[in-house]
């Protein structure tokens, strides 16, 4: 019997890895074909969500933040998804909602991410952020940026201004410079939190800061009443990390992805396993070649294979039908969407939010 193409074989497995297929049944030749768009029915999730946002995951037990605080984040959140739902409404591109929402986000020092930025053993911040549509695949990145206030907007005019998709440290800002982005110092990312976290880390009393505490890496999925789909992502990465270091955020598949056959995902979490896991297109993957829901292809991911590497974090992702799926293998993920009609949710503590 002919060898089968290798593609047709991945195909094949990732199928045969949820519907149960056995190899003698693929090597009868059983076989997948991938849709032109996924017609699996809606299952569990959120459903008539055209925009969602994600704070990061981690743990936030109910009652670790004043009235204040807790204000702060959902008002943060929600000018988010107002601000990207207003441009749906005006017949905007997707790619406008979800760079929009993230750039509110990187400028609310609540989080990880611009004015919030955590950071490096150096005391510097470096900033990386991605931006992808569904509609043609194309894509842009930045990782160790310096002086751009809203690196996802960076990211997006490697996309359009550039042959490029992924552009790093200096050249970044060289090339946001001549592309007459304004030259941000580095005192503007400065707040008390995250030097007090970085004095913190460098004592030895934790980790790092970026996992385990509210207001983290930040990311936006929407999708349009064309079933069009975009999504974006921004970090300041991990309190302390090595000068250099670069997570999963800017990388287009691991952190970030968007195909308007499945879905739309932006990932937070342990990003060196993130990246090896190419969790966010692994989602798509399994939706597109196995026709699984985004629910159950989410939480697979999620809670199987990142896991069974040794990490955790979480994901908000949206199909092009308007279901929203947020499986976390930490204890929450700070998340919120808003549907069709306007209604806004926000999501902050550990048991708002099922694990997926």
Do not use: C
């Amino acid at each position: 019997m002919p060898s089968r193409p290798r593609a047709y074989l991945i195909a094949a497995g990732l199928a045969a890895l949820v519907t149960g297929l056995s190899g003698s049944q693929l090597a009868a030749g059983a076989a997948v074909r991938a849709p032109a768009r996924v017609q699996a029915p809606p299952g569990p999730g959120v459903h008539d969500v055209v925009l969602a946002v994600h704070g990061g995951a981690g743990s936030l037990p109910r009652g670790s933040l004043t009235p204040e605080q807790e204000k702060s984040y959902r008002d943060g959140l929600t000018k988010a998804l107002r601000t990207g739902y207003a441009l749906l409404k005006e017949g905007r591109p997707v790619l406008d909602a979800v760079e929009r929402a993230v750039n509110v986000l990187e400028d609310d020092p609540n989080f990880n991410a611009g004015k919030g930025a955590v950071f490096n053993t150096d005391a510097e911040h470096e900033l990386d952020a991605s931006i992808m549509n569904g509609k043609d695949l194309r894509s842009g990145a930045v990782a160790g940026v310096h002086h751009t206030r809203n690196p996802v907007s960076l990211a997006r005019l490697v996309m359009e201004k550039s042959p490029h998709v992924f552009m790093a440290g200096k050249g970044a800002d060289d090339f946001a410079l001549r592309n007459g982005v304004p030259y941000t110092t580095q005192d503007y990312f400065w707040t008390q939190r995250r030097w007090d976290q970085l004095l913190e880390a460098k004592r030895g009393l934790r980790a790092d800061g970026a996992r385990s505490e509210s207001g983290g890496t930040v990311g936006a999925v929407a999708v349009d009443g064309s079933r069009n789909v975009a999504a974006a992502t921004s970090t300041g990465g991990l309190t302390n990390k090595q000068a250099g270091r670069v997570g999963d955020t800017p990388v287009i598949g691991a952190g970030t992805y968007a195909d308007n056959r499945t879905v739309a995902v932006s990932s937070t979490g342990t990003g060196e396993v993130f990246i090896r896991g190419v969790a966010a297109h692994d989602v798509s993957a399994l939706m597109e070649y196995a026709r699984v829901p985004v629910a159950r292809a989410a939480a697979t991911v999620v809670n199987q294979k990142i896991t069974a590497l040794g990490a955790t974090g979480g994901v908000i992702a949206l199909d092009t039908g308007g279901t929203l799926a947020s499986p976390h293998s930490t204890k929450g993920i700070i998340n919120g969407y808003v549907t069709e009609d306007g209604t806004v949710t926000t999501r902050l503590y550990d048991d708002e939010t099922p694990a997926g």
